[in-house]
């Protein structure tokens, strides 16, 4: 099937090379020309662990191509719209102009009989918005959220746990342009579907809430645990025996029960933010009142872990070497978009500290964001003559990789922050460490 893909940033350009590595015909479409020169040789503007593959093959086929040009779009049967929905900038709400131009841009395109597939993260209410324009050229809006996770997304995209298509419904059923619209999506996700991939058809605003509820679940899961750290730090009790316990029922499950620095991204802060703002205009403000303490309890650990490594050097880091280990906001990911470790990195430059940073995946983008950091990327290199060093980013080349006994070679003083709890603790102390954990002994 013929499709475009408007919007060809993390979310886009793994989606088209997703959809054309399942045999579709795909054309992605973006206003950043530097990204579309990028993915047009092949190139991955990101870091995104087998995108490169998807990337080179669906070009090779000529199955994929990229391009400025929005009127590309013309012939495709689906367009997805997947542009960004940052936080407005002063406030909570998510910004849609992005959305709206792109939707406006690709109006003309359209032909009878087309779909417009929203993949966006949006305030619920948007899709009933935007489907008259859509509905006079004869084409149907659906909303088709999307749950990768980066660092996954490519087997996220393949093999999602299920696919929710929001379309045209009247008394909670589907219309018969939506279930028109329904079994072309069914189409176009065949190897999914061929898998029994739960296939969820849905109205606008149930799709819309599906997508933000999911995100606001799991970083309110991410929040208890670290607000149980809060507690497990004036009570000498371990967070992570805590939640493997609780993990163990079923009902609780052990994943998003990792306490540390806590949650960032370009998704899931502002996802949090822009519910709340939503369910505000509503008139539904304190039925999410909670995602407020959500947030700030997720943001009073990046604080908690720059206050462990102050007076782990004894009140001051003023002219002291700090490594940061990590710069993204999560492992196989080079994103920095609020990026705790990162917000961990400036603050403690701030504080007066020889920051350096390394990290597998993110030192460009770290350095271009953050220019008055330095930056190593060599990890032993970034290790030299540290007097104290904090783990922000779980990646394997210190989580798994580093052994406390040579780290112990390399550094001035053998002090760990374990802003991520993923160290073996026992082990750092056997080898000479003061290892300071996130609600850990
Ligand atoms: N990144 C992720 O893991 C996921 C993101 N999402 C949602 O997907 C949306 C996109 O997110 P990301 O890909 O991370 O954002 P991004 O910022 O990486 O990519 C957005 C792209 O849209 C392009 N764009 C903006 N206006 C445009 C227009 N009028 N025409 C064509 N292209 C335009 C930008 O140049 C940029 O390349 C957001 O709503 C996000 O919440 C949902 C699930 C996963
Ligand atoms: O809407 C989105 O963009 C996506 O947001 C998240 O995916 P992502 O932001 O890529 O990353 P996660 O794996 O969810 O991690 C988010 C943040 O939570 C942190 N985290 C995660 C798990 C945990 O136990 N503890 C914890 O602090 C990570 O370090 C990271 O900073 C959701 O998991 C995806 O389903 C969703 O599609």
Same mark, same amino acid.
């Given at each position: 099937?013929?499709?475009?893909?408007?919007?060809?940033?993390?979310?886009?350009?793994?989606?088209?090379?997703?959809?054309?590595?399942?045999?579709?015909?795909?054309?992605?479409?973006?206003?950043?020309?530097? @990204?579309?020169?990028?993915?047009?040789?092949?190139?991955?503007? +990101?870091? %995104?662990?087998?995108?490169?593959?998807?990337?080179?093959?669906?070009?090779?086929?000529?199955?994929?191509?990229?391009?400025?040009?929005?009127?590309?779009?013309?012939?495709?049967?689906?367009?997805?719209?997947?542009?960004?929905?940052?936080?407005?900038?002063?406030?909570?709400?998510?910004?849609?102009?992005?959305?709206?131009?792109?939707?406006?841009?690709?109006?003309?395109?359209?032909?009878?009989?087309?779909?417009?597939?929203? @993949?966006?993260?949006?305030?619920?209410?948007?899709?009933?918005?935007?489907?008259?324009?859509?509905?006079?050229?004869?084409?149907?809006?659906?909303?088709?959220?999307?749950?990768?996770? %980066?660092?996954?997304?490519?087997?996220?995209?393949?093999?999602?746990?299920?696919?929710?298509?929001?379309?045209?419904?009247?008394?909670?059923?589907?219309?018969?342009?939506?279930?028109?619209?329904?079994?072309?999506?069914?189409?176009?996700?065949?190897?999914?579907?061929?898998? *029994?991939?739960?296939?969820?058809?849905?109205?606008?605003?149930?799709?819309?809430?599906?997508?933000?509820?999911?995100?606001? +679940?799991?970083?309110?899961?991410?929040? +208890?645990?670290?607000?149980?750290?809060?507690?497990?730090?004036?009570?000498?009790?371990?967070?992570?025996?805590?939640?493997?316990?609780?993990?163990?029922?079923?009902?609780?499950?052990?994943?998003?029960?990792?306490?540390?620095?806590?949650?960032?991204?370009?998704?899931?802060?502002?996802?949090?933010?822009?519910?709340?703002?939503?369910?505000?205009?509503?008139?539904?403000?304190?039925?999410?009142?909670?995602?407020? %303490?959500?947030?700030?309890?997720?943001?009073?650990?990046?604080?908690?872990?720059?206050?462990?490594?102050?007076?782990?050097?004894?009140?001051?880091?003023?002219?002291?070497?700090?490594?940061?280990?990590?710069?993204?906001? @999560?492992?196989?990911?080079?994103?920095? &978009? *609020?990026?705790?470790?990162?917000?961990?990195?400036? &603050?403690?430059?701030?504080?007066?500290?020889?920051?350096?940073?390394?990290?597998?995946?993110?030192?460009?983008?770290?350095?271009?964001?953050?220019?008055?950091?330095?930056?190593?990327?060599? &990890?032993?290199?970034?290790?030299?003559?540290?007097?104290?060093?904090?783990?922000?980013?779980?990646?394997?080349?210190?989580?798994? %990789?580093?052994?406390?006994?040579?780290?112990?070679?390399?550094?001035?003083?053998?002090?760990?922050?374990?802003?991520?709890?993923?160290?073996?603790?026992?082990?750092? &102390?056997?080898?000479?460490?003061?290892? +300071?954990?996130?609600?850990?002994?």
């Amino acid at each position: 099937m013929r499709m475009s893909v408007i919007g060809c940033g993390y979310l886009g350009a793994v989606h088209a090379a997703a959809m054309a590595s399942i045999g579709h015909d795909v054309v992605g479409i973006d206003v950043d020309a530097t @990204k579309i020169a990028s993915l047009s040789v092949g190139d991955a503007p +990101f870091f %995104e662990p087998g995108l490169q593959e998807i990337l080179t093959e669906g070009i090779r086929s000529g199955r994929l191509r990229f391009t400025t040009d929005m009127a590309a779009a013309h012939g495709a049967a689906v367009h997805f719209i997947g542009v960004g929905t940052p936080q407005l900038k002063g406030g909570d709400a998510a910004d849609l102009t992005y959305v709206d131009a792109a939707v406006a841009a690709l109006l003309p395109h359209l032909s009878p009989g087309d779909l417009v597939a929203g @993949k966006s993260t949006v305030p619920v209410g948007t899709a009933t918005r935007l489907a008259p324009s859509v509905a006079e050229r004869g084409a149907t809006l659906v909303w088709n959220p999307e749950f990768l996770r %980066e660092g996954w997304a490519v087997q996220d995209t393949i093999d999602p746990d299920r696919l929710v298509a929001g379309v045209p419904s009247a008394d909670g059923e589907p219309t018969e342009e939506g279930a028109r619209a329904a079994a072309i999506l069914r189409e176009v996700y065949h190897t999914a579907v061929a898998k *029994d991939t739960p296939f969820l058809v849905t109205d606008y605003a149930t799709a819309e809430l599906v997508k933000v509820a999911a995100n606001a +679940f799991l970083a309110t899961k991410i929040s +208890f645990i670290n607000a149980m750290a809060e507690i497990a730090e004036v009570t000498g009790a371990d967070v992570t025996q805590l939640a493997d316990a609780i993990g163990h029922d079923a009902r609780i499950g052990r994943r998003f029960l990792g306490a540390g620095i806590g949650f960032g991204g370009g998704c899931l802060p502002k996802d949090i933010r822009a519910f709340s703002a939503r369910a505000e205009e509503l008139g539904r403000g304190e039925s999410v009142g909670f995602l407020r %303490e959500v947030d700030a309890i997720n943001l009073r650990r990046r604080s908690r872990a720059v206050e462990l490594v102050v007076d782990a050097l004894g009140g001051t880091v003023h002219g002291k070497k700090i490594t940061v280990l990590g710069a993204s906001f @999560k492992p196989h990911s080079d994103d920095i &978009r *609020d990026s705790p470790a990162l917000d961990v990195a400036v &603050r403690l430059h701030g504080l007066g500290g020889d920051v350096v940073v390394t990290d597998p995946a993110a030192l460009a983008n770290a350095r271009r964001a953050h220019p008055q950091l330095t930056y190593v990327d060599e &990890r032993d290199e970034a290790l030299g003559d540290a007097d104290a060093v904090i783990v922000v980013t779980e990646w394997d080349q210190w989580r798994r %990789e580093l052994d406390p006994a040579h780290a112990a070679t390399l550094v001035r003083g053998r002090v760990v922050i374990d802003g991520r709890n993923c160290l073996d603790a026992a082990a750092w &102390r056997a080898a000479g460490w003061q290892y +300071f954990g996130m609600g850990r002994p």
